[in-house]
């Protein structure tokens, strides 16, 4: 937060804010007369440099795709291709070097043999490699090979450059294709035959030593005896596959009927939480000291000192201790309690009044799938890319080019952007769409909430959701970067290095989570105000500093209530899903049908309700808001009847407190105002905070 503080204050000079969009905080602005009206629509654009780099930088994207397409060869990764650049058990090969061994129809050749593999360098670089329909295999006990020179065997075992479609090259300027290399006979059959097995999924045939063969026998071995298995728990999974899909169902309306019944529910999941945290404490303490009586009233009897005891009179000390702190730290944020409720329900009101933003994960879930897909299909195609050339024996080689590794951790950091520009997208149309609603005095009088949001985001903050998920994504790139450094030097460096290193990378993650958090409510802001990035997240950092304990509880207790929500979800399914699969009889293994459905209802929960979490935060964000630029007088509160009551009693526990209650009167005026297109009696602009 300081460095984002240091930021403004020595790079947001007038003229680089009026370039940026940033940390503007112009006291005549024109649009100030309507920030006491909600999300502003006098709006205009901010960080447009940053939209035009990220657009810029996506376009870098597609060129390293362009060339990634022409350059590499997928298949070569998964399938190997052989000495020529065929791509084994793959018909439509190109010619890749000029040679009629290159360019063949390889369909029938699906696995990758190496010629003359010695114990000291089993894969040179001089070895020939040919695709073959099968791994030969060499009935021998004289050891890993026979020799082959004029051998049949050779020839039905398809190693030897004159197989069809190969063919040994007999011309001078091409001779040392077929003979420079000296794991070749002049028939183009290697001078040894090896014994040799499939590397289990990989089509590579590597020499049956004992090792690999104990290896592979092992696999197909377990293979076997887990096939039958396999079969099984699929038939199960497809027998109890409407099951399943009825248990997501069941989620996904527990999570909804949850959300919207919260208005109703909040008061008593939230004191029900307090409540049994402090009896657990209670219960805690009880605990450790009726131990505590016993072993001293046994140290009695026997007339010796104990070392439990002393651990346990101490144990009951801390207990003690901790729980009359809690206990009165609750009783001091008595009213923050209050405050997280009353943000509950009016959360829960927002999204029964604009149901269509509970399915906006979906939509975002379907645009990072179709975006992964497309990322890790151009990846392939990169690792894989490179230049044909031949080396001095003939055999194709394909070379890196100079900047693949920058090409590289472009296309990951394009991933890291990417990813955080759309998740920053949904939390702002979310967002937006619930300040409108809050800023609405007639909630009737709402229209279309959920697509102006959309429209301000794409007409306006493109170039802020971009600013914000850059800084994102830079910190987690550091990360990445410091994360292969400690793979590099895992046991080459001390102790102390090794454990610096890990604390760094404690302390990025944890300025990660703090920058995460300070982005989304600068969003949110943003949302409501329309200021750049800089300017958003400034001015809600001062809002959070201002209100520190609300923040508090609202991140505290509201976030521990969402995730025993969560458990009910997944607990109440289970328990459904369970009832339903034991009394089955066909299936087999029904304890990993449910272990499925558990964890299914698990991410149903949490994706829905972390919808609901966005729309509390900016609740809250829009309450502290209301609280500062309305004073419940001459400017009314925009706050609900509930909300309402809370600054009331607040009011009445804290006489010396500024903000006060709103008359009646004036919220009727406000109203009233609104309606008609003008302002309450004796309404000035609120001050631009």
Not at 326 to 342: E, G, K, Q
Not at 374 to 396: I, K, M, N, P, R
Not at 553 to 563: H, P
Request: proline share 3%; with cysteine; aromatic share 14%.
């Amino acid at each position: 937060f300081s460095s984002l503080l240091f930021f403004r204050e020595t790079f947001c000079t007038p003229h680089t804010a009026e370039a940026m969009g940033c940390c503007e905080d112009n006291e005549e602005d024109p649009r100030e007369e309507d920030k006491g009206k909600g999300p502003l629509e006098k709006r205009s654009c901010t960080d447009i440099i940053w939209l035009l780099l990220f657009i810029g930088f996506w376009v870098g994207m597609w060129i390293i795709a362009g060339y990634s397409f022409s350059n590499g060869n997928w298949r070569r990764l998964v399938y190997g291709s052989d000495s020529f650049g065929n791509v084994c058990g793959f018909s439509k090969n190109s010619k890749a070097i000029n040679s009629s061994n290159s360019g063949l129809d390889m369909s029938s050749r699906k696995y990758l043999y190496y010629h003359y593999v010695s114990d000291t360098n089993p894969f040179p670089d001089s070895a020939l490699k040919l695709c073959v329909a099968s791994c030969p295999q060499v009935d021998t006990t004289t050891g890993l090979s026979g020799i082959c020179d004029g051998s049949q065997d050779c020839h039905a075992a398809g190693v030897c450059l004159n197989n069809n479609p190969y063919q040994v090259i007999t011309t001078a300027t091409a001779e040392s294709e077929a003979t420079t290399s000296d794991d070749q006979n002049r028939q183009g059959c290697p001078l040894r035959l090896y014994d040799s097995t499939e590397l289990p999924g990989l089509r590579r045939c590597i020499p049956s030593t004992k090792l690999t063969s104990f290896i592979t026998s092992a696999f197909y071995s377990a293979f076997n005896k887990v096939q039958e298995n396999l079969t099984e728990i699929f038939s199960d999974f497809v027998n109890a596959g409407t099951r399943i899909i009825y248990a997501c169902l069941i989620a996904f309306g527990l999570s909804v009927l949850i959300i919207l019944l919260m208005r109703c529910l909040a008061a008593l999941l939230i004191y029900g939480l307090v409540l049994a945290g402090m009896a657990a404490l209670i219960a805690l303490c009880t605990f450790v000291g009726v131990q505590w009586k016993k072993v001293r009233d046994e140290n009695a009897e026997l007339e010796t000192t104990s070392k439990n005891e002393k651990a346990f009179q101490g144990l009951f000390i801390v207990c003690l201790v901790v729980t009359v702190v809690v206990f009165f730290i609750l009783v001091a944020m008595r009213n923050r309690i209050r405050l997280v409720v009353c943000v509950f329900e009016e959360a829960s009101k927002a999204m029964g009044r604009m149901p269509q933003i509970i399915f906006t994960p979906l939509t975002t879930y379907i645009f990072l799938g179709g975006f992964f897909s497309l990322w890790l299909f151009v990846y392939f195609y990169l690792a894989s890319s490179g230049t044909a050339q031949t080396d001095e024996y003939g055999h194709v080689k394909y070379v890196k080019s100079d900047d693949y590794q920058k090409m590289w951790w472009y296309w990951m950091f394009g991933l890291l952007w990417t990813v955080q520009f759309v998740l920053f997208s949904e939390d702002f149309i979310i967002a937006g769409a619930v300040a409108m609603w809050y800023f609405t005095r007639n909630k009737a009088d709402i229209q279309s909430p959920f697509r102006s949001s959309v429209y301000r985001l794409v007409r306006y903050h493109l170039g802020s959701i971009a600013f914000g998920a850059f800084i994102i994504a830079l910190v987690k790139l550091i990360r990445m970067i410091l994360a292969y450094i400690q793979k590099k030097l895992k046991g080459k460096t001390s102790k102390i290095v090794e454990f610096l290193l890990c604390c760094l990378q404690c302390c990025l993650w944890c300025f990660e989570k703090c920058l995460k958090f300070l982005s989304k409510n600068a969003f949110i802001y943003m949302a409501i105000h329309g200021n750049s990035f800089c300017s958003s997240a400034r001015k809600v950092f001062l809002l959070f500093a201002r209100n520190i304990l609300r923040v508090f509880a609202i991140n505290t207790i509201g976030s521990f209530a969402l995730f025993m929500v969560k458990l009910l979800i997944v607990c109440v399914t289970g328990a459904i899903a369970l009832q339903w699969l034991r009394t089955d009889s066909s299936l087999h293994y029904y304890a990993l049908v449910l272990l499925a459905i558990v964890v299914f209802a698990w991410f149903i929960a949490d994706t829905f309700l972390s919808v609901f979490k966005t729309a509390i935060d900016t609740i809250f964000v829009s309450f502290l808001i209301d609280c500062e630029i309305n004073n419940g007088k001459d400017k009314a509160y925009f706050m609900s009847d509930n909300l309402l009551k809370f600054m009331k009693s607040g009011a009445k526990n804290t006489p010396q407190k500024t903000v006060e209650a709103a008359p009646a009167k004036a919220v009727e005026a406000g109203k009233a105002a609104d309606a008609a297109g003008s302002t309450p009696p004796g309404y000035t602009a609120p001050p631009n905070y």
